[in-house]
């Protein structure tokens, strides 16, 4: 098992070296570069910044060179931990990245979290009470959280939160909180503005998952090991808790797997409407600056999470289903 | 006991005799088969058909993609007016009420609206049913090309004074209902297009895969492997951010669906590539390859027509993301721009919460996405279910 | 021949399943009778489809909720103890009662060894529950319990220890057979309901197993309903043998007297489609013409007349009912009439 980790986590580092490549091409696409689009937006805005200007800085942080070596200066400080430096914020470009992706990770982990305690207790309820009123509703509302975009609902949770219940709603913190020490009213108040992301971006993936689960579980109860399980004499709770749930959640670990890049994509949209400090607001704004070290290496951060999470998901399923051995 | 003996020896000879006589009964028993084999022959379409037409939902959901299309085909003529056509007197006006009969007769209408500004500023509009514009059916109003072809100016509905609007008007007085029927057009077939090339990378891509094998199909996986380790969202964000904002229209509508079918592609070529990895063995494409078919012939003739049931099932469950993407990256504005107009570009306008407030009905196009997008949920998982054989 | 009183554990009378299907109804099981002794081998035979199955499944209620439905017929079932004959075709089928007899006093194996254990528990853990339920032991007693049983049923001390924490994929067929039959033993059952426990497994096994099954039926004095579509499996096991076709019995009696002498055609039919030792070498091995008739609409009257070899009667349009040929045997035709 820790074999077959190690050789994951080392068959990570070319892709990675490859994803950065392609990371570092995609940034520079867009014509121009952090200081045109600078002196851009202050000509736009009434002020005025001459050439001479442009081109010294462009010098000085050796966007003149080429590409490649641009690339290497890039790249070359990564063991040092150094992942360049944001021009815009004036600051190094790996505490900023980190702060975000720290968030971004509490309001996924927490999506998740949502994700299974929501969608398996639904999932089990369709299950056993198939074409039920009870099934057919629940399976309608899975459609629509389907249906609706993320942004849409951050947008609809937005208008509900400000116009009809009048309370505070997106931001990480309520404004009279910000400036505060740590408490437990600060932690309640942090926590308040956590969930609601999380649960707009774990509601599509519950709807799947709870269709999933609803499936697998029909198809575990029709098999030869409920019926064994009936015959032994338990209760249909417990066959259904014991065996049914059990073998019926296999599968769920990759399903949900396959739900972690979609519910850290969808976080960067979320995040700009809610404007809650996922990497998302940072990473748009950083892509319309061209503020290119930032832009980069939010999205190689990302990139290694979802590798790292697929990884984990793997890890999980091993140690969920003794039929899998990796080694 | 001997007589049961006698009657057990007996039973046993007329078998024997049966035996003997089998020949005849093959050909009695071929009637029965051939009405059998007629149940098997039923092509796979047929089946498919057969129990796709069971699930109501589904069909109501294929119905209403169907309408949506019509819908988006024949924009210009069912809406009222033109994308930017501006009625500077009825700015953000609350959707008006079709009133059917007038004095008991069947005489469509809508009323005028009377204009108050409040002390805080705010605009109310009130219906004023003194003054009435009757609708008016195959009316002539601005000229438009219906299908993109013929110019014309005939319109489903219009009045002939004042305005028809059955959901509103935005900030600068233009007909929400109009702009949704022309955002349709944009949002409906950059979901299309960008399936139809995801679907033919990723069909191409994925059949090879799955047919050679070996090292083609290694390199293959591994770079679907390299693309869907990136996010989806933030790589669809960095790649539009390139597309400079100074290209015309049709040409940011083409580098945006190729975009975003730069990931759809990976879904589909991995789905075909497990399917044609099982077709391969098959005896129809050994039989093929065995009379010396080439390769090509045998992908295009034999491969890919076994697996088209599968594609277009991937194909429908993948139009949602697909529209969905455009969507969401047109409303952070990293899509289409104005003048280029999809329901992502309508929505841009209402990221101001407080525009929502004022101002419900600018949010309609999110309900027409919802709807479309629900119905595609429908379409797909029918599909799905109908073309799976193993399923009752 | 006067009838003398005899104890029953199983006794069904003309039990009638049904399955309600969107295609129609099935009429699985059409008044069946059976009884069982304590004590017997009794087989149940017949092609798969017959119904044989559903009749042990109506025994044990454990039938699917949805589709079937015993609409006629009794089940008494005497529990052992001196208390009246349980009537199982009404009593809930999750209620207390028939989980208490169901893998107590009346245990079931099953065809697919692979599929009928929890992939995803250990074989112990499936064995120990079984136990803990019904004789509310401590842990470790059920643990021991476990593992006699498992050295019983031919594992070896060794082999009970350490296949008790496997689970059941790193099993052989037969290891998990075995261990399914510890598991329907483990709580000394009056009956066991085997459904086709041999049919998936290779030759040799089988064998192995039906000894098994055989040694452990005397060492525990319990009855087996032995259901297979495997006439030398009957042979081996049973004493007595019932020929299931289309939801009903056509013909039953002892082991001997039918296979000397079946009469019934759907029976010398089977008879015909095995290899026989002592038949003529010349004589052909040749499955009975034709095909069991669409479930959804069985003709009225003897349901095997389309495939019968025997001249067909005017009688056999109608109901044709058993008929004792001769003292304990008995058969479902016209020519008996």
């Known amino acids: 098992m820790l074999a077959y980790m190690g050789r994951r986590i080392l068959g990570m580092i070319p892709t990675l070296f490859i994803v950065s490549v392609v990371t570092f091409i995609i940034i520079q696409l867009p014509p121009g570069d952090f200081f045109t689009t600078r002196a851009i937006e202050i000509a736009m805005s009434g002020g005025g910044q001459d050439k001479e200007t442009v081109l010294k800085m462009q010098e000085r942080y050796g966007l003149d060179k080429p590409l490649y070596v641009q690339y290497w200066r890039w790249v070359s400080g990564f063991p040092r931990g150094d992942f360049g430096y944001s021009l815009e914020w004036n600051s190094p470009v790996l505490p900023i990245v980190m702060k975000r992706m720290w968030y971004t990770l509490q309001v996924g982990g927490l999506s998740l979290l949502f994700m299974v305690a929501v969608a398996v207790p639904i999932g089990i309820y369709s299950a056993t009470h198939q074409y039920s009123f009870g099934d057919h509703a629940l399976s309608l509302i899975g459609f629509l959280g389907l249906s609706l975009p993320g942004f849409l609902l951050a947008l609809l949770w937005m208008f509900l939160g400000i116009i009809v219940l009048r309370i505070p709603v997106g931001g990480e913190l309520s404004k009279s909180m910000a400036d505060q020490p740590w408490n437990l009213a600060k932690v309640l108040d942090y926590l308040n503005h956590l969930w609601p992301p999380a649960v707009i971006l774990g509601l599509a993936s519950t709807a799947q998952l709870q269709r999933i689960m609803r499936g697998n579980l029909l198809d575990v109860m029709g098999q030869q090991f409920i019926t064994t399980a009936r015959a032994k004499g338990l209760k249909e709770k417990q066959v259904v808790n014991k065996y049914g749930v059990r073998a019926a959640i296999n599968p769920l670990i990759s399903v949900m797997a396959m739900e972690i890049p979609k519910i850290i994509s969808e976080s960067t949209i979320v995040g700009i409407v809610m404007s809650v400090p996922t990497t998302g607001p940072l990473l748009w704004r950083a892509l319309e600056t061209q503020d290119m070290y930032l832009a980069g290496t939010f999205l190689l951060f990302m990139t290694l999470l979802l590798m790292v999470a697929n990884l984990l998901a793997d890890m999980a399923l091993a140690w969920a289903d003794p039929r899998i051995v990796y080694t | ?392 | 021949m006067v009838a003398t009183q005899q104890r029953y554990i199983v006794q069904i009378k003309d039990l009638k399943t049904h399955f309600y299907t969107l295609d129609g109804v099935v009429q699985a099981v059409d008044g069946v009778s059976l009884e069982i002794e304590p004590g017997e081998s009794l087989g149940l035979v017949g092609e798969s489809g017959c119904g044989k199955s559903v009749t042990a499944f109506s025994i044990l209620r454990l039938l699917p909720k949805k589709t079937a439905r015993i609409v006629h017929g009794n089940i008494l079932y005497d529990r052992g103890d001196g208390s009246p004959a349980v009537e199982l075709t009404t009593v809930d089928p999750n209620g207390d009662l028939i989980r208490n007899i169901r893998g107590n006093e009346i245990a079931m194996i099953f065809q697919e060894p692979l599929t009928s254990l929890s992939p995803m528990h250990t074989v112990g853990n499936q064995i120990i529950e079984a136990i803990q339920l019904h004789q509310g032991l401590d842990d470790e007693a059920a643990r021991q319990q476990a593992l006699s049983w498992l050295d019983r049923v031919g594992m070896g001390t060794s082999g009970a220890n350490q296949i008790i924490d496997q689970y059941p994929h790193r099993l052989s067929g037969g290891q998990r057979q075995r261990a399914m039959i510890a598991m329907a033993l483990s709580c000394k059952p009056q009956l066991l309901i085997a459904d086709e426990p041999t049919t998936a497994l290779d030759v040799t096994i089988q064998a192995q197993i039906l000894e098994l099954m055989k040694d452990l039926q005397e060492q525990l004095g319990m009855a087996i309903l032995m259901i297979t579509h495997n006439l030398g499996v009957i042979a081996e096991m049973c004493e007595r043998v019932a020929v299931m076709y289309m939801g009903k019995i056509v013909e039953s009696g002892d082991v001997r007297t039918i296979f000397r002498h079946p009469i019934h055609p759907y029976t010398v039919g089977l008879m015909r489609s095995i290899p026989q030792l002592g038949r003529q070498v010349k004589a052909r091995l040749t499955p009975i013409p034709g095909s069991i008739p669409d479930p959804y609409s069985v003709p009225s009257g003897c349901a095997f007349l389309p495939r019968c070899p025997v001249p067909k009667m005017e009688a056999c349009r109608q109901e044709v009912p058993l008929i004792e040929v001769e003292p304990g045997h008995f058969a479902r035709c016209v020519l008996y009439g």
């Open chain 2, 1 to 392: 006991m001997s007589d049961t003996t006698n009657k057990s020896a007996e039973l046993f000879r007329l078998y024997e005799e049966l035996s003997d006589a089998s020949a005849d009964l093959e050909s009695e028993e071929s009637v029965d088969q051939k009405a059998l084999d007629a149940i098997f022959a039923a092509s796979q379409w047929q089946l498919m058909w057969r129990k796709f037409k069971r699930n109501k939902v589904a069909i109501v959901g294929g119905i209403v993609v169907a309408l949506y299309y019509l819908l988006a085909l024949l924009a210009g003529f069912v809406a009222p007016y033109t994308l930017e056509a501006r009625f500077v007197q009825y700015i953000h006006m609350p959707p008006q009420r079709i009133h059917i009969f007038y004095a008991g007769k069947l005489q469509p209408y809508v009323c005028d609206v009377e204009l108050t500004v409040d002390e805080n500023l705010r605009k109310h509009y009130a219906p004023n049913c003194d003054r009435r514009f009757p609708l008016q059916f195959f009316a002539h109003g601005e000229s438009y090309k219906l299908l993109g072809l013929i110019d014309t100016d005939v319109h489903l509905f219009l009045t002939s004074d004042g305005i028809v609007s059955l959901l509103g008007t935005d900030r600068q007085g233009r007909d929400m209902f109009s702009r949704i029927l022309y955002g349709s057009q944009v949002s409906l077939t950059i979901g299309l297009l960008g399936v139809m090339l995801s679907l033919i990378l990723g069909s191409v891509l994925g059949v090879v895969s799955g047919y050679y094998g070996g090292w083609i199909d290694d390199l293959m996986q591994r770079l679907i492997e390299l693309v869907r380790s990136f996010p989806s969202i933030p790589l669809w964000m960095a790649l539009s951010a390139a597309v400079p904002p100074h290209w015309p229209p049709l040409r940011t509508y083409f580098a945006i669906t190729v975009i975003l079918s730069l990931i759809g592609w990976t879904w589909l070529a991995r789905q075909l590539r497990g399917k044609v990895l099982s077709l391969r063995h098959e005896d129809f494409v050994l039989a093929a390859k065995m009379t010396g078919a080439t390769d090509a012939w045998v992908i295009f003739r034999h491969l890919i027509p076994a697996t088209l049931s599968h594609i277009i099932v991937v194909s429908t469950l993948s139009m949602p993301s697909m529209i969905l993407a455009e969507t969401s990256l047109s409303f952070l504005g990293l899509g289409l721009r104005p003048p280029v107009t999809s329901w992502g570009v309508l929505l841009k306008e209402v990221q101001n919460i407080q525009s929502i407030a004022l101002y419900p009905w600018v949010f309609a196009p999110a309900l027409a996405i919802a709807l479309l997008i629900l119905a595609f949920n429908f379409l797909g998982d029918g599909l799905r279910d109908a073309a799976d054989p193993y399923t009752v």
